[in-house]
């Protein structure tokens, strides 16, 4: 099959771009290089730089293309609060770009990497997606309207709309930024490096971390499936953890004890782990790395955390 992967360049979209192409398949990538990295791609990955703003780039990467896989976006929840403009701009107007182009260009399927973060607080766990969202920051609000989009869109027009609400993804490679960098390398970094470890509140909140490969699979298995269209499916690892349970986890694979400061600066939902029923039935998606297995990997395959 022929693939475009809008943010193909980013953490998540790197490897399923060379996940498909190992398997055989061309690929596509746009990426505008804002969060993304060339150097990840596999060099049979076809790469091109630019802004999924940009409808006639989009039409003419899209000829012959049969699914699209639009990752594009802004994706950090503290950046969202301060810039929810940029955000709804990149995330909702992106995604409608997308959309008219794959019209234009007769593609058939778009699949959607959306958030789990479009759950907020809810009163049970772990969450499904007959569940109402309760989007608790600008980042969650922007990709639960993607989702209407792809599906109100793809119903309208005659695209194949599947949305994918990925909880935290985690693995080798992850980028570590200054201002809102992900919790897992973080905690990685500080630990060896002898730093404190930031806590906020009291450690008790918990989330659903889900290692990359695991994702992936998914992702690829959703550019195909039947019986998906207009579903919304979560994927995640199914195991909740607190970030307390986290950090002995961390410890224990590194060997190091934390030294840990505390901050009262909230850090979203109390708690947030996926039900994966639907996940199993419409894709036969079963994850296969735990989390300790998945913070060993990272220990053995990113070079910044070899000693």
Same mark, same amino acid.
Request: charged share 20%; hydrophobic share 40%; with cysteine.
């Given at each position: 099959?022929? $693939?475009?992967?809008?943010g193909?360049?980013?953490?998540?979209?790197?490897?399923?771009?060379?996940?498909?192409?190992?398997?055989g398949?061309?690929?596509?990538?746009?990426?505008d290089?804002?969060?993304?990295? &060339?150097?990840?791609?596999?060099?049979?990955?076809? $790469? %091109?730089?630019?802004?999924? @703003?940009?409808?006639?780039? /989009?039409?003419?990467?899209? &000829?012959?293309?049969?699914?699209?896989?639009?990752?594009?976006?802004r994706?950090h929840?503290?950046?969202?609060? &301060? !810039?929810?403009r940029?955000?709804?701009?990149?995330?909702?107007?992106g995604?409608?770009c997308?959309?008219?182009?794959?019209?234009?260009?007769?593609?058939?399927?778009?699949?959607?990497?959306?958030?789990?973060?479009?759950?907020?607080?809810?009163?049970?766990?772990?969450v499904?997606e007959?569940? %109402?969202?309760?989007?608790?920051?600008?980042?969650?609000?922007?990709?639960?309207?993607?989702?209407?989009?792809?599906?109100?869109?793809?119903?309208?027009?005659?695209?194949?709309?599947?949305c994918?609400?990925?909880?935290?993804a !985690?693995g080798p490679? &992850?980028p570590?930024?200054?201002?809102?960098?992900?919790?897992?390398?973080? $905690?990685?970094?500080?630990?060896?490096?002898?730093?404190?470890?930031?806590i906020h509140?009291?450690?008790?909140?918990?989330?659903?971390?889900?290692y990359?490969?695991?994702?992936?699979?998914?992702l690829?298995?959703? @550019?195909?499936?039947?019986?998906?269209?207009?579903?919304?499916?979560?994927?995640?690892?199914?195991?909740?953890?607190?970030?307390?349970?986290?950090?002995? /986890?961390?410890?224990?694979?590194t060997?190091?004890?934390?030294?840990?400061?505390?901050?009262?600066?909230?850090?979203?939902?109390?708690?947030?782990?996926?039900?994966?029923?639907? =996940?199993?039935?419409?894709?036969?998606?079963?994850?296969?790395?735990?989390?300790?297995?998945?913070?060993?990997?990272?220990? =053995?395959?990113?070079?910044? $955390?070899?000693e």
């Open positions: 099959m022929r $693939f475009l992967i809008t193909g360049a980013g953490f998540l979209g790197a490897a399923l771009a060379n996940r498909l192409v190992a398997a398949h061309e690929v596509r990538v746009l990426d290089l804002s969060n993304g990295d &060339q150097t990840r791609l596999s060099p049979r990955v076809s $790469f %091109t730089r630019g802004d999924v @703003g940009d409808v006639p780039r /989009l039409w003419t990467l899209l &000829q012959g293309v049969e699914c699209v896989y639009h990752l594009a976006a994706v929840v503290p950046e969202s609060l &301060q !810039y929810p940029e955000y709804n701009t990149v995330n909702v107007g995604t409608v997308v959309l008219e182009a794959m019209r234009d260009a007769g593609v058939r399927r778009v699949v959607l990497a959306s958030s789990g973060a479009v759950y907020g607080e809810q009163a049970e766990q772990p499904r007959d569940m %109402t969202p309760n989007p608790q920051s600008p980042y969650a609000v922007s990709k639960l309207a993607a989702e209407y989009y792809v599906r109100t869109i793809g119903l309208l027009w005659g695209i194949e709309a599947v994918l609400r990925i909880f935290n !985690y490679g &992850q570590l930024r200054a201002s809102f960098p992900p919790v897992i390398p973080s $905690f990685l970094q500080r630990i060896l490096s002898g730093g404190s470890v930031i509140g009291d450690g008790s909140s918990t989330r659903d971390f889900v990359i490969d695991d994702v992936v699979d998914a690829v298995t959703a @550019g195909s499936a039947s019986n998906v269209d207009r579903r919304v499916i979560n994927v995640g690892s199914g195991v909740e953890t607190s970030v307390r349970d986290l950090l002995r /986890l961390v410890e224990r694979v060997g190091r004890e934390a030294q840990t400061l505390n901050s009262r600066t909230p850090s979203g939902a109390s708690r947030l782990c996926a039900d994966l029923t639907l =996940a199993h039935e419409l894709l036969g998606y079963t994850p296969q790395v735990t989390l300790e297995e998945g913070l060993r990997r990272i220990l =053995a395959e990113d070079p910044r $955390f070899r």
